[in-house]
């Protein structure tokens, strides 16, 4: 590796909430862009940042989270797409074509707003014919995977993503 750059033919992309909208718009791009990737981990990513972002059911059964609640995510989408945006631009979910994309590992904590994003856009991705697999974290909050000391699911999500980063950079 020279100039501290991944070799193009072993390169993912990684995201944790919004990182993880902009690691599923980065591997859409990429791949209009003819960069090859290996794969895409989306950890509790939020995919929807369009009028619907606050009809899907965990939002809210889980609006008063403790890591994440519906109002702050009210005010990151009045910060990401001003009024008169094209939402869709910044919402991985309604992209016109999610084939052909690198691999995805969608981590999905259960207690969390964004859940049913997470699920939503993994089930897009595999019907568009893009490999995803969900792992789902019962009982574990929006940015778990940063509370290992906290949150215990944390570890297995870690390790779930280990192997998966390990099996598609091999």
């Given at each position: ?153 944390a570890r297995a999500a870690r390790g779930d993503i280990a192997d998966f980063l390990r099996e598609r950079l091999a």
């Open positions: 590796m020279r100039g501290g750059r991944a070799p193009a033919t072993r390169s993912a992309v990684f995201g944790e909430s919004a990182g993880g909208t902009v690691a599923a718009l980065s591997a859409i791009r990429a791949r209009e862009a003819h960069v090859p990737l290996r794969a895409q981990v989306l950890v509790n990513p939020c995919t929807d940042l369009t009028a619907t972002a606050f009809d899907y059911p965990s939002m809210r059964e889980h609006a008063t989270s403790p890591t994440l609640t519906v109002t702050q995510m009210e005010f990151f989408c009045r910060l990401a797409v001003p009024d008169g945006s094209d939402a869709r631009a910044v919402s991985p979910l309604h992209s016109d074509d999610l084939g052909g994309l690198a691999p995805a590992l969608v981590v999905v904590p259960t207690l969390d707003p964004v859940a049913d994003q997470g699920r939503t856009y993994a089930a897009r991705l595999r019907s568009a014919g893009t490999p995803a697999t969900l792992t789902e974290h019962p009982n574990a909050p929006h940015a778990f995977l940063s509370m290992p000391g906290v949150v215990r699911q």
